[in-house]
């Protein structure tokens, strides 16, 4: 800085500098894309700093240097908002949804765009500008009035203090909010100065907002998204897709990923598809907005006390919930992998009840610090069985028990291992062990295995018990005299039992082979094996070589048949069967060519309402088609069910013919004729 600058020639330069800083400010933290060194960002600031050292009254409250300038205050002033900050009701499926949009269509019969945004799991913020100059930032509050927090607001890098144009007055909504990797590091340095934690990254968010000095909030990284224009003078909008792209250019972080969807259809794939990503991003969100786009019919559909009519909040299924872990025991399953589960105090979680979780392994218990006693977040994602997310520690009381992980199978008493390389402990025990035992049998009798009906734990218990059998191939010489006896079966369900085993006997040979409970061997791979060497005997002769030549079947699965096959009571067993009359061949059926069906390939999506997918899929390849998991050109038909996947979107890109469930049934029965 030259020593004799004048009051003019700084008032140009600390302008010049100040678009300078603010446009690397928002290639940085906003798109991610720096252009020049952080050195380099660093002399502008002090220069800008310098020069408002040596000129105070060239210090306004948008320049960069006074994001946390300012002194801790007592108590946050209120803030009356321009127009109420209204919330959202909420839709828990796709059946709300489509209720929420044949509602609309009923007052506004026009095509209905929408915008689906993801709904961010933060803080709620209005922020106001006057002159394209940010003057203050709230809290949502009670949604009329909320908490002066322009301070600690100023702190967060992609906040804008002046906007590219010089609107005479804008107000926007958006939530601000801590990213998971910042939410993480927080608590592990409270942890290690022996501050309390918090739950999750919302409540870390809204913690270091509220915050009376400013640079603590500083020192917290915190995100915003800008989702809504609340007031505007200046200009106008048609759409909110508009608005979007105007809060973008106007330097807003707006999130990336918004989508214009033409149809209440595309919506629901958007949901889907959601569903599953959602854990890939840094931050956490806990559902989709939707929002319809044309403002006009926006204002004709208004808002009710509460919320708008003209947005909705898709709420995700998978749910956090806080209980206490009872008890930690442990479950051998089939392959006699010890897996911990958590005996958990019932709580609601995403519709139902749990009282286990998984802990997975006991690496993971150690890493959580899961304690019998300890209070801990639960949360469903995606999986069946829910999962313990973390431990709440500052709830301890000091009587909580550390569980130690069994050194003998709890079931058999065996000796256990781990692997090198492996995080699961195993029994030693084999088929000695009766929760192996148990669990094969049930995984035998399963449905997409050799599809037992009235087969389930409980008999299968119950037959183990008594001494009835040792192994599968033992079902099939059961007698009904054998099963009347047990508890709850009358002489009609030992009858219908009887009958489900001998059905059993035809069921195509890759089911058998599923059954049969190969390591690495899937349903998938069992219908590859049974198609290639078509017989049990011939699968028994293969090598690994030979396995190896088909496409989709690597070493682990090769040597693991190979191995399967080596073992004495294994032979023993499948002699047994093949003495039952069990079919061991490949129904041939697929390769005749008068079947209807041939050539034709089909690929299903969502939920079908009267019949499983396995059951759809048997009755597609029982008319000699074929069954594809992914959405191409050389697919002819995508069945369609309810709750569909992205693959319904490809599908229709593609022009292939979409059969609903019904139509599918239709098809099926004309050519089953
Ligand atoms: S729109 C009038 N869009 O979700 C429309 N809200 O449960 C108001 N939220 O209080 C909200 N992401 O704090 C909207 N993309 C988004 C959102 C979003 C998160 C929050 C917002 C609201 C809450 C409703």
């Given at each position: ?84 900050l ?31 945004e993801l709904?961010i799991?933060g803080l709620s913020v209005a922020l106001t ?5 940010f003057?203050?930032g709230a809290t949502r ?12 607001l100023?702190?967060i890098?992609t906040l804008p ?10 107000v926007v909504r958006g939530e601000a909010y ?27 968010a809204?913690?270091?907002l ?12 915190l995100g915003l998204f800008v989702y809504e224009v609340l ?13 979007l792209?105007?809060l973008?250019?106007?330097?807003f972080p707006v999130n ?418």
């Amino acid at each position: 800085m030259p020593k004799d600058i004048t009051l003019e020639e700084a008032k140009k330069r600390v302008e010049e500098l100040r678009k300078e800083i603010e446009k690397h400010n928002y290639l940085y933290f906003v798109l991610n894309a720096p252009e020049i060194s952080d050195q380099e960002f660093d002399a502008l600031m002090r220069e800008l700093t310098e020069l408002e050292e040596k000129f105070p009254q060239l210090i306004t409250p948008y320049s960069p240097t006074q994001r946390v300038g300012e002194q801790p205050s007592k108590e946050f002033a209120q803030i009356s908002h321009p127009v109420p900050l209204l919330s959202l009701s909420n839709a828990f499926d796709f059946g709300d949804l489509k209720e929420w949009h044949e509602r609309i269509k009923r007052h506004v019969d026009t095509p209905m765009d929408y915008v689906v945004e993801l709904k961010i799991d933060g803080l709620s913020v209005a922020l106001t500008y006057e002159n394209g100059i940010f003057v203050t930032g709230a809290t949502r509050g009670d949604g009329y009035t909320g908490e002066d927090i322009t301070a600690n607001l100023r702190t967060i890098k992609t906040l804008p203090l002046r906007l590219k144009d010089s609107l005479p007055k804008l107000v926007v909504r958006g939530e601000a909010y801590m990213p998971k990797a910042a939410f993480n590091r927080l608590n592990e340095e409270r942890q290690k100065k022996g501050l309390s934690l918090f739950a999750n990254p919302r409540n870390a968010a809204a913690g270091s907002l509220r915050q009376l000095d400013p640079k603590i909030t500083a020192s917290r990284p915190l995100g915003l998204f800008v989702y809504e224009v609340l007031t505007v003078e200046g200009t106008e909008f048609e759409s909110h897709w508009q608005a979007l792209s105007f809060l973008q250019e106007q330097g807003f972080p707006v999130n990336p990923y918004k989508k214009l969807c033409r149809s209440v259809e595309e919506v629901y794939s958007e949901c889907t598809a959601w569903e599953e990503r959602r854990w890939e991003l840094d931050y956490d969100i806990d559902g989709l907005v939707v929002k319809v786009n044309n403002i006009n019919t926006q204002r004709i559909l208004g808002h009710t006390s509460k919320s708008p009519r003209w947005a909705i909040a898709y709420k995700f299924q998978s749910e956090q919930a806080v209980t206490r872990v009872k008890d930690i025991i442990i479950r051998v399953g089939r392959t006699g992998v010890l897996t911990p589960t958590a005996i958990l105090e019932p709580v609601r979680l995403a519709g139902t009840t749990v009282s286990k979780a998984t802990l997975h392994n006991e690496d993971i218990i150690r890493e959580k610090d899961v304690k019998i006693g300890d209070k801990v977040i639960v949360q469903k994602a995606g999986e069946i069985i829910p999962e313990v997310v973390s431990v709440i520690k500052e709830e301890r009381k000091g009587t909580e028990k550390t569980f130690f992980f069994p050194s003998q199978c709890p079931e058999c008493g065996s000796r256990v291992v781990r692997l090198p390389g492996e995080a699961a402990v195993r029994c030693t025990g084999g088929l000695v062990c009766p929760a192996q035992r148990r669990e094969s049998l049930i995984h035998f009798a399963s449905r997409d295995a050799m599809n037992i009906e009235g087969l389930g734990p409980k008999i299968i218990e119950q037959i183990l018990v008594k001494g009835l059998i040792e192994d599968a191939a033992d079902l099939y010489y059961l007698r009904r005299e054998d099963l009347i006896n047990l508890e709850r079966m009358g002489e009609k369900s030992a009858d219908n039992l009887i009958n489900a085993i001998q059905k059993s006997k035809n069921n195509p040979f890759s089911k058998l082979l599923f059954g049969l409970g190969i390591r690495y061997v899937g349903s998938r791979a069992a219908k590859i094996l049974a198609e290639r060497f078509k017989t049990m005997d011939r699968l028994i002769e293969a090598d690994m070589d030979e396995l190896m030549e088909i496409n989709e079947i690597g070493e682990k699965i090769a040597q693991s048949v190979v191995e399967f096959f080596k073992e004495e009571h294994n032979l023993k067993v499948i002699d047994k069967l093949k003495r039952a009359g069990v079919n061991m061949s490949e129904d041939t059926a697929q390769e005749d060519l008068s079947l209807p069906l041939v050539g034709k390939k089909f690929v299903l999506t969502g939920k079908l309402s009267t019949m499983t997918r396995t059951e759809a899929k048997e009755k597609i390849e029982s008319l000699g088609g074929e069954v594809l998991s992914s959405v191409s050109r050389k697919v002819d038909y995508l069945v369609l069910g309810k709750d569909p996947g992205s693959k319904y979107d490809k599908a229709v890109s593609l022009g292939i013919t979409i059969l609903e469930e019904e139509q599918f049934l239709k098809l099926f029965e004309k050519n089953k004729k």
